[in-house]
């Protein structure tokens, strides 16, 4: 399974972002797809996660601003980022976890995303 993200950029508090995913490779492989991010100096938190159930998790910091969608028949997720922030600033990374759980997640290459004026 390969990921690739985009969508990332420079963009002023209470804008708004759209991060794409596409998957290929393997995807009927994949249970559960998902955001991360990473900020400069702290650990890699969830953002938003979608499983093959359509169920949907978000992270206590973005719940009400973002949302996670899928379209299987081109293998992609998206992050619909509303409202930014400062703090929402980092590197964001695309994760797929496979129905079998000894194979470990993959992960996309990273988009950055800034926000500031």
Avoid at 37 to 57: N, T, Y
Wanted: charged share 20%; hydrophobic share 35%; with cysteine.
């Amino acid at each position: 399974v390969q990921l690739q993200a985009s969508g990332g950029g420079l963009v002023q508090p209470g804008g708004s972002l759209r991060l794409s995913c596409a998957a290929s490779g393997d995807t009927y492989e994949i249970d559960a797809m998902a955001w991360y991010r990473q900020a400069p100096g702290r650990q890699r938190e969830l953002v938003a996660s979608i499983d093959s159930a359509v169920r949907i998790k978000y992270g206590d910091a973005v719940k009400g601003r973002f949302t996670i969608s899928e379209d299987n028949a081109k293998d992609m997720v998206f992050l619909q980022m509303n409202s930014l922030k400062p703090e929402d600033t980092g590197v964001y990374y695309c994760n797929a976890v496979l129905y079998d759980s000894r194979e470990a997640p993959y992960w996309g290459q990273g988009t950055q995303v800034t926000v500031s004026s």
